[in-house]
């Protein structure tokens, strides 16, 4: 059978119906319990697990589902993960925004954390995207490309380093090296079926010192 929990009800205007909260035990000498939310096993496709916030019928936002682990007072605060399991086939991990029937839909934001020490200066984390290496075969692809337009412009892709007082980022274009061929580094403009073909321009930034660019 089905387990419903419901928070109160409320009529009232302006009031929030009530919440419904699941928390582990504490420990004063150990940690505190874990809560585990899965989908029982089965021979057959097993059920799905889903976390999604209320719907809007009226002009407002729906509500917001995080994800998010807990503050650390004095170590590392704990990893958020979101992985599919083995499988001889393991399935794909998707994440994207949500149709938009008027306007624009939303963006999609990878950010890293600050650095807020005050004692000593740090960096703020990194963002890495890499395919696993492989012992036989091909590794696989990483492929950054916007969508296709059929009236309007597509989107740009630009990769920039962030500005800096003292010395800005750099950028490198490098193909690993290989005991047979080393990879190829390609930059090709777009064709165009009626107009011109774009451009390729390559040149270095300005500079307010007597000192050569490169």
């Known amino acids: 059978g089905h387990v419903h929990l419901l928070g109160g009800e409320t009529s009232g205007n302006g009031n929030s119906g009530g ?20 989908s029982s096993d089965s021979s057959n496709p097993s059920g799905d697990t889903s976390l999604t916030s209320g719907s809007s019928a009226n002009r407002h936002s729906s509500g917001i589902v995080r994800v998010a682990s807990g503050e650390s007072a004095y170590g590392n605060s704990g990893d958020v993960v979101m992985q599919s399991s083995t499988a001889s086939s393991s399935g794909k991990v998707r994440i994207s925004t ?3 029937n008027s306007g624009g839909s939303g963006d999609l934001e990878l950010n890293s954390g600050q650095a807020l020490g005050t004692r000593a200066p740090g960096a703020s984390g990194k963002i890495s995207l890499a395919t696993s290496s492989i012992t ?9 490309a916007t ?18 007082h ?16 080393g990879g190829s580094i390609e930059l090709e403009s777009g064709s165009s079926e009626y107009m011109a073909a774009g451009d390729i321009n390559l040149k270095t930034g300005k500079g307010s010192s007597n000192e050569v660019g490169g």
């Not at 919440?19 to 899965?38: A, D, H, M, P, R």
């Not at 309007?152 to 380093?161: C, F, P, W």
């Open 166 to 181: 003292l010395h800005s980022g750099h950028i490198a274009l490098k193909a690993a090296q290989s005991h047979s061929k």
């Open 136 to 144: 036989n075969g091909n590794s696989g692809d990483i492929k950054l």
């Open 98 to 100: 949500g149709d938009a």
């Open 147 to 164: 969508g296709d337009s059929l009236s309007g412009t597509s989107g740009n892709v630009i990769i920039e380093a962030g500005t800096s």
């Open 19 to 38: 919440n419904v909260k699941v928390e582990s035990g504490q420990s004063l000498n150990s940690g505190s319990g874990s809560i585990l939310i899965t």
